[in-house]
């Protein structure tokens, strides 16, 4: 499975699954679809699913361009969208899979940013490969999405969820917002020498043009505040006792950075 990442909008990623064996292609996200049907037709495939994280614009927006292009294609979206993806013909529920191919997306219920997101997760092939994560706007490179729908303890399982997967996971979020999330991240946890570290080369990248995505989980799990509610230097840094009460305050000191 060869993942194509396509930037679309002003700072969303849409990713394209192609597998050249059988020339079909999956759509993570379409938030448009342009250039998803210009890569289509430069791999001289056909579009077979559409997998979508959650109902908003910049994660829809392509789909029925993409359907009326490829009416064979099957959309995917959380059970809880019903009604509002559009032509959403699969409503998938925690441990459903969808096969792509010949890998399968094992579907995580992650619900937080909208109360009806969920993630797909294609586990490694091989040891030693890499497993890939698409998730939308729940996890970003150096922060999570914002809470549209849901609350703190939602978001704070949601994203336990996904710490709790392999640090070899890649993590194809739809959005660059790396370094200003990494901005605000260093003002909680300026001591961090993983973070530091990852500011500077992501600073470099994108002086470069170059995008972030995807990021690995295991670097995550050391510079993510969003994932690091229970450690005591961030819980003291922004004067709270416990993981829930850690997550709301960076969560509205983010929303306010
Ligand atoms: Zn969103
Ligand atoms: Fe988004």
Redesign the pocket.
Known sequence: MHIYRLPARVD?YIFLLHDPTTSTAAVVDPAESTDVLRQLQALNSRLVAILNTHH?H??VGGNQALLAAFPEAIVYGGAEDRGRIPGQQVFLQEGDRVIFADRTAEVLFVPGHTRAHIAYFFAAPQPGEPAELFC??TLFSGGCGRLFEGTPSQMVASLSKLRALPDHTRIWC??EYTLKNLQFDLTVDRENVALQQYYTEVEESRKRGAATIPALLGREKRINPFLRWDEPTLQRAVKASNPIQTFTRLRGMKDQF
């Open positions: 969303n908003h910049d994660h939308g706007d739809a959005h």
